[in-house]
């Protein structure tokens, strides 16, 4: 049976991560970048900004811009002008110092065994070893040990994030029940799915707001004369995808802001372009292509839920399957003899996302779990722990929580999946903000930079 819910995303450990990859995401992406998309390089390293007590030198910022220039032509985008492509990257980078340095504040770490873990996953995703994509970064020119770095990075941005944005997303239960309410009377058109690429331009002062205005019109009228609208999200967009085309996706319109669908009211035609307003910023965006949604399926009879949790590992070159196994049951043995609890023990050594939940995976029902991890999960008692347990995505650890018979209706289900789209609607915009006010409270001096 086809994997769903769950664990559909095991193989990636986080969309940062495919993110962060996506110049090393597929063997066709690991080309050597034309010689005259990057600037020539400097003999001698100088500091172009200075963010509190860290600094951003020339090499940095020109080894990012490579790796940037890199992914715009994979995905065919044409280059901006180098010079705001140079500032592109160095607010990247500004914000980049931020977290980092907001991190190591609260404590967070990543060990080495992390990030081994994520790059074997990487190299495995594109069915090459980790030397074949040590050989594939070196022939672009980006240093292995600068790639881990950003690797670990971006894991601890993710962790950061959980706990600094996720967690204090708040979904009240009135909100639920409108969105129930809503989705209980639906048309054909609501099964309608919209793919959308946007370009961020935030209000940072109110007396700047018909200035931001003035440039999302200027923008727009240029997408609309047939400018290629990835290389103006390149060009101008402040948001964290701006260097993937800024395209978000698909979104039904339960999942897209309802600024963008008021704008979208009277032209909502592939290739239409609208500006649309929301508290913090104005967004220029692009509906890039339409095709209808799955039709909601009715909850049927009884169900048996099972709340459980796991720990995953990975097989790889570096840490083979005896030695996965091996590991997995002395933490077995340790739990079992009450040396330390699942949760903990899942923290620390699990690769899957769901390690900073303490590896819970909620409440599962038949076909959400791969065949041989449901079957497993069905054998245990309520707190037993599995032995290693094998799938596609490496050995799996575990434990049983509870269980429970869910009656007609599945209201609980229901709610857990309007309780899902609402946090996605919030996240992007909680998570902006959140980068911009550790930004904003930073001491940022950028020096000597012409290029900027």
């Known amino acids: 049976m086809i994997i769903m819910n769950k664990l559909k995303t095991l193989a990636v450990l986080t969309m940062s991560i495919a993110t962060l990859g996506t110049a090393y995401a597929a063997p066709e992406a690991l080309v050597v970048a034309e010689p005259e998309a990057v600037p020539t390089r400097i003999a001698l390293d100088r500091i172009i900004a200075v ?34 492509l140079r500032q592109q990257v160095l607010e990247r980078l500004i914000s980049e ?26 190299a495995l995703s594109n069915n090459i070893t980790v030397d074949q994509l ?26 950061l994030r959980e706990r600094e944005v996720d967690s204090k997303i708040v979904i009240p239960e009135s909100e639920i029940d409108a969105f129930l309410a809503e989705k209980a ?39 609309r004369e047939g400018e290629d609208f990835a290389t103006l999200v390149a060009t101008y967009s402040k948001a964290n995808d701006a260097m993937q085309g800024g395209d978000i996706g698909w979104r039904d319109i339960q999942n ?3 600024e963008f669908l008021t704008s979208m009211k009277k032209d909502d035609r592939t290739g239409s372009v609208h500006m649309a307003k929301t508290s913090h910023a104005w967004h220029v965006f692009k509906v890039l292509g339409q095709r209808d949604g799955v039709q909601h399926k009715l909850a049927g009879g009884p169900i048996n839920q099972t709340h459980v949790r796991h720990i995953l590992m990975f097989v790889s070159d570096i840490t083979p399957e005896a030695e996965v196994v091996r590991r997995l049951n002395d933490i077995k043995h340790r739990i079992e003899a009450g ?25 599962v029902q038949a076909g959400d779990m791969l065949p041989p991890f449901e079957d497993a999960m069905n054998k245990l008692k309520v707190g037993e722990v599995s032995d290693p347990v094998k799938t596609q995505y490496g050995y799996h650890l575990i434990q049983v929580e509870e269980r429970r018979l869910e009656k007609d209706g599945n209201p609980e289900r229901m709610r857990l999946a309007a309780r899902q789209a609402l946090r996605q609607r919030k ?19 950028i020096r000597n930079n012409e290029a900027y």
């Open 256 to 258: 897209l802001p309802s």
């Open 51 to 84: 963010v509190n007590n860290d600094v951003i030198t020339e090499r940095e910022l020109q080894e990012r811009t490579h790796v940037v220039a890199i992914n715009l032509r994979r995905q065919n985008i044409q280059l901006p002008d180098m010079v705001q």
């Open 97 to 122: 110092k931020t977290i980092m340095q907001r991190a190591r504040e609260t404590g967070i770490r990543i060990d080495d065994q992390m990030v081994n873990a994520s790059i074997e996953q990487i």
């Open 339 to 363: 040396e330390a609890d699942f949760a903990t023990m899942a923290r620390l050594n699990s690769v899957d996302n769901s390690a900073t939940r303490g590896g819970d995976l909620g409440w």
């Open 134 to 159: 040590r050989q594939r970064l070196m022939a672009d020119g980006v240093s292995f040990g600068a790639f881990r770095e950003e690797i670990r990075d971006e894991i601890i941005t993710q962790r």
């Open 185 to 223: 009377g639906f048309s054909t058109n609501d099964t309608t799915e919209y793919r959308i690429a946007h370009i961020l331009l935030p209000i940072d002062d109110a007396n700047d707001a018909d200035d931001v205005e003035d440039r999302a019109e200027e923008i727009a009228d240029k997408a």
């Open 427 to 445: 996240m992007a915009e909680a998570s902006f903000n959140w980068q911009r006010e550790l930004r904003d409270r930073a001491y940022v001096e």
